[in-house]
T-cell receptor, first 117, second 117 residues
Framework: GAGVSQTPSNKVTEKGKYVELRCDPI?????LYWYRQSLGQGPEFLIY????????DSGLPNDRFFAVRPEGSVSTLKIQRTERGDSAVYLC???????????????FGPGTRLTVL | AQSVTQLGSHVSVSEGALVLLRCNYS??????LFWYVQYPNQGLQLLLK??????LVKGINGFEAEFKKSETSFHLTKPSAHMSDAAEYFC???????????????FGQGTILTVHP
């Protein structure tokens, strides 16, 4: 079956603009994670969804960042008033169970490269 | 708080030589540990994971890693490097204390492996 997909693959925007990044997880995966990978760094956790609800959003850097998963499948990461420091690759991952299986394999998408000019 | 340290941001080996990528963790409880590989323009792919069943873990593509609690280490090895192993490798940890961890991963900074003919 298909893996995790993310759109767009690249996004260039201007400082102060609003952007939306989309993640389409593997069908049937209830857990969905967003990570951010800055240049030369490992991915950093942003937010975790179990089903439709955000179970842990402790990694969101500030209130300009918000994510939703209204039907428990596709998720959208939303960034308001973008800043140059938001430039990074945003990764999405999904796994089968999440809460009940914390060692379940997370399958990652290819990422969206966000560049804020 | 958990953390992961990967010693050496770049490792270079000759084809056929031993590959050794180092990972040390810091955690208040014995964690679960993972190695992921990232090929250019691709998503992160799980190589192997330690979930306390066995300290020596075998993964895909001939890689293996050994969990050493006394050394707080989880180094990745492969007896003989192939050109196709050239990629970036990430060590990651998740807290096995259960409850709020939800399986979110804390990654190291990554090690770029170069394989010379």
């Amino acid at each position: 079956g298909a893996g995790v997909s993310q759109t767009p693959s690249n996004k260039v925007t201007e400082k102060g603009k609003y952007v939306e990044l989309r993640c389409d997880p593997i069908s049937g995966h209830t857990a969905l994670y967003w990570y951010r990978q800055s240049l030369g760094q490992g991915p950093e956790f942003l937010i975790y969804f179990q089903g439709t609800g955000a179970a842990d959003d402790s990694g969101l850097p500030n209130d300009r960042f918000f994510a939703v998963r209204p039907e428990g499948s596709v998720s959208t990461l939303k960034i308001q008033r973008t800043e140059r420091g938001d430039s990074a690759v945003y990764l999405c991952a999904s796994s089968q169970r999440g809460l009940a299986g914390i060692t379940d394999t997370q399958y990652f998408g290819p990422g969206t490269r966000l560049t804020v000019l | 708080a958990q953390s992961v340290t990967q010693l050496g941001s770049h490792v270079s080996v000759s084809e056929g030589a031993l590959v050794l990528l180092r990972c040390n963790y810091s955690s208040s409880v014995p964690p679960y540990l993972f190695w992921y590989v990232q090929y250019p323009n691709q998503g992160l792919q799980l190589l192997l994971k330690y979930t306390s069943a066995a300290t020596l873990v075998k993964g895909i593509n001939g890689f293996e890693a050994e969990f050493k609690k006394s050394e707080t280490s989880f180094h990745l090895t492969k007896p003989s490097a192939h050109m196709s192993d050239a990629a970036e490798y990430f060590c990651a940890v998740t807290d096995n204390a259960g409850g709020t961890s939800y399986g979110k991963l804390t990654f190291g900074q990554g090690t770029i492996l170069t394989v010379h003919p």
